[in-house]
């Protein structure tokens, strides 16, 4: 169990120095964002789709190699409302932060913090309702791969 709570920190850890220069000492993108700024903002955004995107994939929603970030949101917003985990409301900012991710990561957009701020707060809150619809088994079998614990930090800001 150590070991699983371990990974976890370190992953925890590790995803922040490498997408969150305004909180750690770390550095994005070979040292290209400066703290607050848009990069810092991309940054955040990143971090909160990755962590969303591993809540959506313990309960079986896996974004396919060729599609985007918001197909991906359009999917499984549908799928979450029509198991009954999601309400409209959470529906509609789960496609939000999907087309938001796909804007900035596409192009050079990057979020004003007045539009970042609810968005990371919707993630955050799917991503716990994903957790909490899972049956205890499945949260026990979550917390224990090792795929999800151990797998590194993104290495490119931009998806591939």
């Not at 900035?104 to 990371?120: F, G, T």
Request: aromatic fraction near 8%; glycine fraction near 10%; hydrophobic fraction near 35%.
């Amino acid at each position: 169990m150590f070991l699983v709570r371990g990974g976890q920190a370190l992953r925890w850890r590790r995803r922040r120095l490498h997408l969150l220069p305004d909180k750690f000492a770390g550095t994005f993108a070979a040292g290209t964002a400066t703290a607050g700024g848009p990069e810092a903002a991309f940054g955040r955004l990143l971090l909160s789709w990755e962590e969303l995107s591993e809540d959506l994939g313990c309960t079986g929603l896996r974004r396919g190699p060729s599609e985007t970030p918001a197909e991906f949101a359009c999917r499984a917003a549908e799928t979450m409302r029509l198991d009954g985990t999601l309400t409209n409301n959470e529906q509609k900012a789960l496609v939000e932060i999907g087309e938001a991710f796909s804007r900035a990561a596409y192009s050079d957009w990057r979020p004003p913090s007045s539009e970042l701020n609810p968005l990371l707060e919707s993630a955050h809150a799917i991503g716990r309702r994903a957790r909490t619809s899972l049956p205890w088994r499945g949260r026990v079998l979550h917390c224990l791969d090792p795929r999800t614990t151990w797998r590194p930090v993104l290495s490119s800001p931009r998806p591939g």
